[in-house]
């Protein structure tokens, strides 16, 4: 893939995404926030954990993207009794007498990792070490995982009996915690519609993996202003409980702020938005554009938050 020219490839970015999304709502109707946050983040080279109720297509979605992208994927139930070696393999006995190693299903380009909260914590770190060190150790043998290669993982809200909520530190190996919410009533008469009929629409692949691959360095190499730069760590350094940025009313209703980790996803977050909105520099509004799903799961409430009420996107609405 080659182009004359930087500003070339941004165009084409902004075109590639936006037939994408045409492909993607051919199945998905609605949810264009989230499938907005979800290609950003694919485009980022970050993870995504989509959150909701059973019933609003998460599993869909992400199975209709992998089609769209012409990459391999591999769907992990995660189970109470799914183990490490589940995940990345594990070594067997070959008929000549020497150990060989069997890779597990991680090996692909697009994991969906469905009810990730459902596994315990053993199995949990075996998944969130491979999407941190895009690699596995097995032995004492380390084996490289496809390029590119995301986790899109999906957790219940609701059904808490029998789950293994992700601590802070997992959760803040995802790029984005995407909210999924209910479809409005003509999203979900038109749902019906599609659903119940005899016809299933035909998907076209758009992109393939040395194209993204390519476009995640596109993403890196644009320029970004100083001042933006710094908009973005500052929104950050709200967060954090009593520290010089903090208001009073951030450090009574916060336990604990986002780290450094959320300044870089900001910055990326921001220059993959600006590229697919026709922009070849990210401004103040890309970082806002993306600021709830990349600080909703990395910022704590305190219990004067919980008992007012305030939810973890007001909060970070009143850090603008």
């Not at 941004?10 to 979800?38: F, H, M, P, W």
């Not at 995504?48 to 599993?59: M, R, Y």
């Not at 900001?266 to 590229?275: E, F, P, S, W």
């Not at 103040?284 to 799903?293: F, L, T």
Request: proline share 6%.
């Amino acid at each position: 893939m080659e182009y004359s020219s930087q500003v070339e490839a941004a165009d084409a970015l902004k075109a590639t995404y936006g037939n994408i999304r045409a492909e993607i709502g051919k199945v998905i109707i609605g949810q264009d926030e989230v499938v907005k946050s979800v290609l950003v983040s694919i485009l980022s080279g970050g993870h995504s954990l989509l959150v909701g109720v059973p019933g609003l297509a998460k599993t869909l979605l992400v199975q209709t993207i992998a089609r769209v992208l012409a990459l391999d994927f591999n769907r992990i139930q995660f189970t109470p009794d799914l183990m490490p070696s589940d995940i990345i393999g594990s070594e067997i006995l070959g008929e000549d007498r020497n150990f060989k190693f069997i890779k597990g299903p991680i090996f692909s380009n697009i994991i969906l990792a469905d009810e990730i909260n459902r596994t315990p914590p053993k199995t949990q770190a075996a998944l969130l070490e491979a999407m941190q060190e895009k690699a596995v150790t097995a032995a004492g043998v380390t084996y490289g995982l496809p390029k590119p290669f995301f986790v899109l993982a999906t957790q219940n809200p609701i059904e808490q009996e029998g789950t293994y909520p992700l601590p802070e530190a997992q959760l803040d190996r995802f790029m984005f915690n995407v909210a999924l919410s209910y479809p409005s009533l003509q999203e979900e008469i038109q749902v019906i519609k599609n659903t119940t009929g005899a016809t299933t629409p035909v998907i076209n692949k758009v992109l393939g993996g040395e194209e993204i691959v390519f476009f995640q360095q596109l993403v890196r190499n644009i320029p970004i202003t100083d001042n933006v730069v710094e908009y973005a760590v500052k929104m950050v350094a709200k967060t954090r409980p009593n520290s010089e940025q903090a208001t009073a009313e951030v450090s009574r209703l916060l336990s604990w702020g986002a780290g450094p980790r959320a300044s870089q996803y900001l910055v990326l977050g921001a220059k993959c938005h600006a590229l697919i909105s026709g922009k070849y520099s990210p401004d103040i509004e890309d970082v806002r554009a993306v600021a709830k799903p990349i600080l909703r799961h990395r910022i704590v409430r305190s219990y004067h938050a919980e008992a007012e009420g305030i939810s973890a996107d007001q909060l970070i609405e009143r850090l603008f």
